[in-house]
């Protein structure tokens, strides 16, 4: 019967505890700078910086519904096919997760491409991780806000 408890007590810490020995929890703070990071980057068309950012695996869901992959979004701001005039977030919320965070909020966006400009209020999400290689981009999703009549 001892081992019975001692078995369920082991499994009840082992629930309550949100990372794998040996793993840094990501902090509220660090996440918050990541996606600011993140905004900051493509304002400036820091390809490079954006690169460096994002998970190997980063997956990018535009407001428009267009689903790109890490070197698609990559490739896009490195060859000036878009480019970001505004990315204001506001309403940030963290969720965290041990060494991952879920962010979401509220983004204000103007983008360029070659044949129309992409403006407008949107939510997001952005899934961020702490890594051995450091905080990395894992993905993110934007859906466009209602307009006001």
Same mark, same amino acid.
């Given at each position: @019967? ?11 810490? /082992? ?11 990501? #902090? ?26 994002? /998970? ?21 701001? =490195? ?9 204001? @977030?506001?309403?940030? =919320? ?11 909020? #509220? ?15 949107? =939510?997001? @999400? ?6 051995? =290689? ?7 999703? /934007?859906?466009? @806000?209602?307009?006001?009549?």
């Amino acid at each position: @019967m001892k081992l019975i408890f001692v078995g369920l007590g082991a499994l009840l810490v /082992a629930c309550l505890v949100p990372v794998q020995a040996g793993e840094t929890v990501l #902090s509220e703070t660090d996440a918050t700078a990541t996606a600011q990071k993140w905004a900051a980057l493509l304002i400036s068309s820091d390809a490079n910086g954006i690169e460096n950012l994002l /998970a190997e695996d980063y997956v990018h869901t535009h407001g428009t519904g267009k689903v790109e992959s890490k070197k698609q979004f990559v490739e896009a701001l =490195r060859s000036g096919a878009r480019k970001y005039e505004r990315c204001e @977030m506001s309403d940030l =919320r963290v969720i965290p997760l041990g060494n991952t965070a879920v962010i979401h909020g #509220s983004l204000d966006v103007k983008a360029l491409t070659p044949t129309k400009t992409i403006e407008g209020n949107y =939510r997001f @999400m952005m899934v961020v991780t702490k890594t051995n =290689r450091g905080i990395e981009v894992t993905a993110y999703q /934007a859906t466009p @806000m209602e307009k006001k009549p």
